[in-house]
């Protein structure tokens, strides 16, 4: 007996590393009113899903309507659907009418299940829809591997209703707009803007205290669409990963892209390779990554997506 008590001791340190599937009270799903009806429910993490945020990264948003509830991204797990769903319940007893996903990436998408009971309309970008059906196997798997099991198998529930171009409805007596990005930061994002409460939710074409992604998306449209969504006018902003902010929030981002195109240029320009570029990225935008935690995991990725789509624009 005494020799099987270090196996149990072992045993006993990988449970406590959060190994295996986590629960819905496992996510501390807060939702925060930002305007009336209108709410944030916020990540804490700022990094890829890991064991320790047990893969919640990305942030979700909802709007309670006159009748019915929209919801924005259900998160990286059925379980943090069901998680969602649950805190949704703490404002109100409506039925979730209406999802939007915001783009393909597994965090954003793969707590639709979580909703099945509500039977909502599930609105996405086609290229978003396509890619979801081909991905989901894989961002599944990628997410246990990254959290250790806490993600576990979740069911998929696909959006049913594409949205290609700029759509005006009205939901539940709530004025919603959806925004397509024009493939800004992944293929078929979309935004969603509500004109009453000038709220933009915007998934991941806006980042705030966190480096964006930029390699799946097209980084020279990104920095025009910013205008697109300034001129709305938000008076606050829901993004896809950091905190809330106002609309101060649009131009900086901009300003990072922006500084980010135009040191990957100079890296064209002066004909080096893609990996002889990132350190002229990392100098040119040192004071500017104050504000955005975790640019060093995504800078050699970044630059060498975006060194071809420079090239391109250069030559
Ligand atoms: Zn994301």
């Given at each position: 007996m005494i020799r099987s008590i270090p196996w149990l001791a072992v045993a006993l340190v990988w449970s406590a590393q959060a190994l295996g599937a986590a629960s819905p009270e496992d996510y501390p799903m807060a939702p925060e009113r930002v305007a009336p009806g209108v709410y944030a429910v916020l990540s804490p993490a700022r990094d890829f899903p890991n064991p320790e945020n047990l893969g919640w990264n990305a942030n979700m948003a909802f709007v309670v309507t006159g009748d019915g509830v929209l919801v924005v991204d259900t998160g990286s797990s059925e379980t943090m659907g069901v998680a969602l769903r649950n805190a949704i319940r703490s404002v109100?007893?409506?039925?979730?009418?209406?999802?939007?996903?915001?783009?393909?990436?597994?965090?954003?998408?793969?707590?639709?299940?979580?909703?099945?009971?509500?039977?909502?309309?599930?609105?996405?970008?086609?290229?978003?829809?396509?890619?979801?059906?081909?991905?989901?196997?894989?961002?599944?798997?990628?997410?246990n591997d990254m959290t250790g099991g806490a993600t576990g198998q979740s069911r998929t529930l696909f959006p049913d209703r594409a949205v290609d171009e700029r759509v005006e409805r009205d939901l539940g007596g709530t004025r919603v707009v959806l925004l397509p990005s024009g493939d800004s930061h992944s293929p078929g994002d979309l935004v969603v803007w509500l004109p009453e409460s000038r709220v933009l939710i915007t998934g991941d074409v806006v980042y705030t205290d966190r480096a964006p992604s930029v390699w799946d998306g097209r980084v020279a449209q990104w920095i025009g669409f910013m205008d697109t969504l300034i001129g709305l006018g938000p008076r606050v902003v829901i993004p896809g990963h950091g905190r809330v902010e106002g609309p101060e929030t649009l131009p900086r981002l901009k300003g990072y892209l922006t500084a980010l195109w135009a040191a990957v240029e100079e890296g064209v320009l002066q004909g080096l390779p893609d990996f002889e570029t990132v350190p002229i990225v990392r100098e040119r935008m040192a004071d500017i990554v104050v504000d955005y935690p975790g640019f060093e995991d995504k800078v050699n990725r970044s630059v060498a997506h975006m060194y071809t789509e420079v090239e391109d624009s250069v030559f």
């Open positions: 109100t007893d409506q039925p979730v009418r209406w999802i939007v996903n915001t783009h393909s990436h597994g965090d954003h998408w793969l707590g639709n299940h979580g909703f099945a009971g509500d039977g909502p309309e599930i609105m996405a970008g086609s290229a978003s829809i396509a890619r979801m059906k081909q991905q989901a196997d894989g961002w599944i798997d990628s997410f």
